[in-house]
């Protein structure tokens, strides 16, 4: 199976930051690389599809970026709201689908 | 609104056997990538479960053997039977729809507890 690495696997940050999560496959993934935001007692939210496109309803401040087995996604401006666990996600084999252990961002 | 909505989660003895249901509104689970993805408490996703639009199913090796994803057409509901539960299958399971070329989960159900404990 592919592995998903990400890093940190908590940060503090603070409203107005700038933060990047990274996202490390175990193998060439292409740009088959998702990234999700879950808040506490909530289901995924997909935010970044193809490594480096906004779902829709996803504010700007939100990019991803990277191809082949580094990714990242970076959050200018950082809002109260944005603070939650985000995970990243491969989908090159998408019939074993493997996800990144959680990045944890918190409110320092 | 598209929606998916779990039903069927609960305690359970390990060896035990439980059904998931995922009811879909405004989504054709037959013309979709549905999938299972679980959550034990405090810890990451794991996908666990798809079948595909044409049937074809597949599972993550943990579960390999002991659970079965299967939908009802006439009912636009997707199931996951679990068989020979373990303690380690206690998580929260999503019922989930892929899509585009990179399978991106973009409608999730709000997630049924199974919790395996004697």
């Known amino acids: 199976d592919i592995q998903m690495t990400q890093s940190p696997s908590s940060l503090s940050a603070s409203v107005g930051d700038r933060v990047t999560i990274t996202c490390r496959a175990s193998?060439?993934?292409?740009?088959?690389l998702n990234w999700y935001q879950q808040k506490p007692g909530k289901a995924p939210k997909v935010l970044i599809y193809a490594a480096s496109s906004l779902q829709s309803g996803v504010p700007s401040r939100f990019s991803g970026s990277g191809s082949g087995t580094d990714f990242t996604l970076t959050i200018t401006s950082l809002q109260p709201e944005d603070f939650a666990t985000y995970y990243c996600q491969q989908s090159y084999s998408s019939i074993r689908i493997t996800f990144g252990q959680g990045t944890r961002l918190e409110i320092k | 609104e598209m929606q998916l909505g779990e039903s069927g989660g609960g305690l359970i003895q390990p060896g035990g056997s439980l059904r998931l249901s995922c009811a879909a509104s405004e989504i054709t689970v037959s013309s979709n990538y549905m999938s299972w993805v679980r959550q034990a408490p405090g810890k990451g996703l794991e996908w666990v479960a798809v079948?595909?639009?044409?049937?074809?199913?597949y599972y993550v090796d943990s579960v390999k053997g002991r659970f079965t994803i299967s939908r009802d057409n006439s009912k636009n509901t997707v199931y996951l039977q679990m068989n020979s539960l373990r303690a380690e299958d206690t998580a929260i399971y999503y019922c989930?729809?892929?899509?585009?070329?990179?399978?991106?989960?973009?409608?999730w159900g709000h997630g049924t507890m199974v919790t395996v404990s004697s």
């Open positions: 989930t729809r892929g899509v585009g070329s990179t399978t991106a989960f973009d409608i």
């Open positions: 193998q060439n993934i292409g740009n088959y």
């Open positions: 079948i595909y639009s044409g049937g074809s199913t």
